[in-house]
């Protein structure tokens, strides 16, 4: 069941088009990312759904209400993060969970989501003392206070460590373990691949795709790579070995280094001829393909472009 509906949602400013009558749906319980790089139009199009900005054009329903015109009851059953959050340095991190929960007429119970997000033995620590990640875990509390039924993630991890965004994508994991839509903005594609089970992507106020993070890999008509150090360097030539099989677009040798691309299962067919002739490898890599391949082949650009 869609439990957000968006119909050509069109929006621009001083003559510019920021969103481009874009459509899509997000389904009861699932996490849906929506992609793209910098300026492409994500947090104009998730404030427009949240109800934070009004829209030119088009039509946007959450939970069978309208976000601009029946925000104050929508708000009552929706979490935010927005991108660019903060909070006075000095609050303490159970004084911000008490002040968000006042906002709502059934909260949860903010002890319970100090415990939940492991934060209780910061409760007492003002805001500018915590960590990034404890803040993150913090804004995620935040959004969680009002016991929405849909949560709104805006580059959660944007400026975080590696340590850090891995430990934020596993609090991801946890809400949408508790039944909760969760929405995802996000420039990383590590990060939507990871967490979404569906993903728009948005370039230059466009969705140019909606699928799947394995669905949009997978359209991609691109070549894979594998690569692998012969063990008997005087052994087969790989190349009048593997280069007849159907699936090998090309072979290269430096040394005992071989370089094998190719399309389809060429993995199976490659490592089973060389099993067949008895060729020992070691060092045997394959070069997946990703969501940033995807972004390439649909929009012709790198995301960092």
Not at 38 to 57: F, H, M, Q, W, Y
């Amino acid at each position: 069941m869609a439990i957000i509906e968006v119909h050509e949602l069109g929006k621009g400013y001083d003559g510019h088009t920021v969103l481009d009558r874009i459509s899509f749906s997000v389904a009861e319980g699932e996490v849906f990312g929506i992609l793209g790089p910098n300026g492409a139009g994500k947090t104009t199009a998730v404030e427009c759904v949240e109800g934070l900005r009004r829209p030119d054009s088009g039509t946007v329903r959450v939970l069978g209400l309208d976000p601009f015109r029946q925000g104050p009851e929508l708000r009552e059953h929706i979490g935010v993060q927005l991108q660019h959050t903060q909070l006075p340095e000095t609050i303490k991190a159970w004084e911000a969970l008490d002040l968000y929960a006042s906002f709502y007429d059934s909260p949860r119970d903010w002890r319970a989501l100090l415990e939940q997000w492991d934060l209780a033995d910061k409760r007492n620590t003002r805001f500018a003392k915590l960590s990034g990640g404890q803040k993150q875990r913090l804004f995620i509390a935040l959004a969680l206070v009002g016991n929405p039924k849909v949560t709104f993630l805006d580059e959660l991890t944007a400026g975080l460590d590696p340590q850090a965004r891995r430990a934020t994508w596993e609090l991801v994991k946890r809400i949408r373990a508790e039944g909760v839509t969760v929405v995802l903005v996000s420039h990383f594609m590590d990060e939507a691949e990871e967490l979404c089970d569906r993903v728009a992507v948005l370039d230059r106020g466009r969705i140019v795709a909606v699928d799947s993070p394995a669905g949009l890999i997978d359209g991609v008509d691109t070549e894979y790579r594998m690569t692998f150090r012969l063990m008997d360097a005087n052994g087969p030539d790989p190349g009048d070995l593997l280069g007849n099989l159907d699936e090998v677009a090309s072979v290269s040798r430096t040394g005992d280094l071989v370089v094998v691309s190719g399309r389809g299962d060429f993995a199976t067919a490659v490592t089973a001829c060389l099993a067949r002739e008895r060729v020992l490898v070691s060092d045997l890599r394959i070069d997946k393909r990703t969501l940033d391949d995807a972004f390439i082949a649909l929009t012709g650009r790198s995301l960092q472009a």
